[in-house]
């Protein structure tokens, strides 16, 4: 779960390394995976990219630090809290995703781009567990 002020890794080549939750969208006080948040990126390993420091950004969770059940019984859960970054208008700043993706983030709809926008993402990873 991610609540505000949550520190986040970004697992894409956007050039930042950490981020951190300012708002949670939605009903909900928390987020779980698959959800929108805004996110301030906060350390960089590489400042030639389009970000900047201390911007505002759009994130959706890959994965938490927190026990997640599937409809199997199987529990699992990641190191640390992961984010991809988006632009207010919902462009994706990186070409790559490091790292795995979940099935459950597969299973979420997204109201405001459909399918199209969703089946992208995935197509951006290199594994999704």
Request: charged share 25%.
């Given at each position: 779960m991610v609540y505000k002020n949550t520190s986040l890794?970004?697992?894409?080549?956007?050039?930042?390394?950490?981020?951190?939750?300012?708002?949670?969208?939605g009903k909900l006080k928390y987020g779980k995976v698959g959800d929108l948040i805004l996110i301030v990126l906060r350390r960089f390993y590489n400042l030639q990219k389009k970000v900047k420091k201390g911007g505002i950004y759009l994130g959706i969770i890959i994965g938490t630090n927190y026990w997640t059940k599937r409809s199997n019984g199987v529990y699992y859960k990641f190191f640390n809290n992961n984010v991809i970054t988006f632009n207010l208008q919902f462009k994706f700043l990186a070409s790559r995703i490091y790292g795995i993706i979940s099935k459950e983030f597969k299973k979420k709809v997204y109201r405001f781009r459909g399918i199209r926008f969703y089946y992208k993402l995935l197509s951006f990873s290199s594994l999704v567990l």
């Open positions: 890794s970004v697992i894409d080549n956007c050039g930042a390394r950490k981020a951190k939750c300012i708002h949670v969208l």
